[in-house]
């Protein structure tokens, strides 16, 4: 199975806001691709995302699932194929974790359907696949911050959606942990096919798991293509306003910044 | 020894969490409650002879029992079991361990309407929750539109302030139909603070359909109660149309507000009381919150009530009166715990 999902001219500000935060983006995710959203806090990756994952909608513009809008689909039928994680996902004290992740299966059961086998094996491999199974029982305020980004992840897991739209999936994790959750998603996009669009802050993992990167800037996507060629100094020092070096060692790409840029070029 | 007793403690403290120890213990306590309120009163009756009394037309105490007291009861227990859910329902639609219908201004739009109706059309009898159901969401959509600016969850204060504007208002209303209609509306301060005094079978008519419907309806949807926990954005992501299960959640907890407003008056605090205290016992899982927070309400309610009719006998003490005097001190320390 393939899925496409598309912003099309994609105008959106926040519902009590007063000026776009997106303006006129345009981007695509397909199965089996990994893609990452880069740029400066406030360039507009999160609305991206919320425009995408149906949370905000565009004032223009269009968001497409393999060529149909996606507001004549079904909220839940929607999230049976797109599974989305907002950047600070919250619950109130008391909830176990295997209740939360259990939460990711919701796409998929009736209204009044109990979990079925296949919800119980989906739960079962997304715990294990955070290496949460300990903590199933714990509830989610006994947990470490980076703990309980897992337990988010996994809740998106299993949802075992075609497409996944993350914000800043690794923030928050040790190193170890970040890099077992871009492993999860390496493979995922291998093994399954699932389509990933992630926005992520580190651009050397960024250049490491993407296929394609897309620069956000002020509410524009500044470039899309390969990481090899999007991730360029000027690039680097027009967005995010830093000098940089970028070098290319034992076939992995190394950004290594110097230092605030001249003001007088940034302008 | 200490080692004993303090394992002994801990096997206590996990029984006293689970939910079939609790669902056991508060019907236990709804029952040895009623038993007591059924014996209790100006005219006491032996607890040994009460079987007989209840349950033989010739005994004297029969009438009184059947048709004074019994339906005080169960009327009681509807009431109690209304507002609990009510104000577990809507703690979860507006996020805010602080909200109850009582104290937000929904009970005094239901009151509003019930006074409204019943000066306006004497007979109303079981059409009266309909009338305060109206109310009730009249100042649950004012209470909305006034506190949700944009789309995120507004702080809790500024719900809690929305609600006393909305209580202010409803009050208003209600002394204004009082003052003109002093003849046909029910009496002032057994109304506004809460009173079951002269319940009637008629009355537990009035109250039993949306207690049945309301509770019924917010049990088949606890799924959806429950990913309402979550964030919007989360719960939007699974699959969830927030907005319509947060509309549905607010016209349950209304519905149940209503039917304990059109007997009972404006009893505040079990809907804060109840679901609070629940929640720190068995945490926030609707599955288990719901059916504590029904037996919960119920037993706090009667008990209340029989106090209040038996500790000052023969002058009687309105059962709202009593929760208040419980409710006010609880909510400041809520104030202190959760609003910081």
């Excluded at chain 1, 170890?176 to 390496?186: C, G, K, N, S």
């Excluded at chain 1, 360029?232 to 950004?255: C, M, N, P, T």
């Excluded at chain 2, 209303?173 to 603070?193: E, S």
Aim: proline content about 6%; overall charge positive.
């Amino acid at each position: 199975m393939s899925a496409v999902l598309e912003a099309q001219r994609i105008h959106a500000r926040h519902p009590a806001g007063e000026h776009d935060v997106l303006r006129d983006v345009s981007l695509s995710v397909r199965s089996g691709e990994i893609v990452v959203l880069l740029g400066p806090n406030g360039s507009g990756k999160s609305s991206l995302l919320a425009v995408l994952g149906g949370e905000i909608p565009p004032r223009q513009g269009r968001v497409l699932l393999d060529g149909e809008d996606a507001r004549r689909i079904s909220r839940k039928a929607f999230a049976r194929r797109v599974a989305r994680l907002p950047q600070e996902p919250g619950c109130p004290e008391g909830i176990t974790v295997a209740a939360i992740v259990a939460c990711g299966r919701n796409p998929h059961r009736g209204l009044f359907s109990p979990l079925g086998e296949a919800d119980r094996a989906a739960i079962g491999s997304a715990l294990s696949a955070m290496g949460l199974s300990d903590l199933a029982h714990r509830p989610m305020e006994r947990l470490s911050g980076g703990e309980r980004r897992r337990v988010w992840l996994a809740m998106v897991l299993a949802q075992e959606a075609e497409l996944l739209l993350l914000d800043e999936p690794t923030a928050a994790l040790d190193l170890r942990h970040q890099w077992e959750v871009l492993d999860v998603l390496a493979r995922a996009a291998r093994d399954r096919g699932v389509g990933v669009l992630a926005a992520l802050h580190d651009l050397e993992q960024a250049a490491a798991l993407a296929q394609r990167v897309a620069i956000m800037h002020r509410g524009r996507v500044y470039d899309v293509g390969p990481p090899e060629r999007c991730l360029r100094e000027e690039a680097i020092r027009d967005v995010y306003q830093v000098d940089a070096s970028v070098a290319k060692e034992d076939g992995a790409l190394r950004v290594r910044v110097r230092g605030p840029a001249d003001p007088i070029r940034s302008l | 020894m200490i080692a004993a007793w303090r394992r002994l403690a801990l096997r206590f403290r996990r029984l006293r969490a689970h939910p079939a120890f609790l669902v056991t213990a508060l019907g236990v306590g709804c029952a040895a409650a009623g038993a007591f309120a059924l014996c209790a009163g100006a005219v006491e009756v032996p607890l040994r002879g009460l079987v007989p009394a209840l349950f033989d037309r010739s005994q004297p105490m029969h009438s009184l029992l059947v048709d004074v007291r019994l339906p005080r009861i169960v009327g009681a227990l509807l009431v109690g079991a209304s507002l609990g859910c009510a104000g577990a329902l809507m703690q979860t639609v507006v996020r805010n361990p602080l909200a109850d219908p009582g104290l937000i201004g929904v009970s005094a739009g239901a009151g509003a309407a019930v006074l409204i109706a019943i000066v306006t059309h004497p007979e109303v009898g079981m059409a009266l929750p309909f009338f305060a159901f109206l109310g009730a969401s009249t100042a649950l959509a004012l209470l909305v539109a006034s506190a949700w600016t944009g789309a995120r969850t507004p702080a809790p204060l500024r719900i809690i302030l929305a609600g006393v504007a909305m209580q202010a208002l409803g009050f208003g209303l209600i002394a204004i139909v009082q003052f003109f209609f002093a003849d046909r509306a029910p009496a002032f301060v057994a109304f506004v603070v809460g009173s079951l005094n002269g319940m009637s079978w008629q009355d537990v008519r009035v109250v039993a359909l949306p207690t049945a419907l309301g509770t019924g309806a917010a049990l088949l949807a606890v799924r959806s109660l429950n990913l309402l926990l979550l964030d919007d954005a989360t719960a939007g992501g699974i699959g969830l149309g927030v907005r319509r299960a947060r509309l549905a959640a607010s016209a349950l907890s209304a519905l149940l507000a209503a039917g304990a407003v059109s007997v009972a008056g404006l009893v505040a605090f079990v809907g804060l009381i109840v679901p609070n205290g629940i929640r720190l016992l068995c945490g926030p899982d609707h599955r288990v919150l719901l059916p504590l927070c029904a037996l919960g309400g119920a037993l706090l309610v009667l008990v209340a009530d029989t106090l209040g009719r038996t500790v000052v006998a023969p002058l009687e003490l309105p059962v709202g009166a009593l929760l208040s005097l419980i409710g006010g001190p609880y909510f400041l320390v809520l104030l202190r715990r959760k609003l910081t």
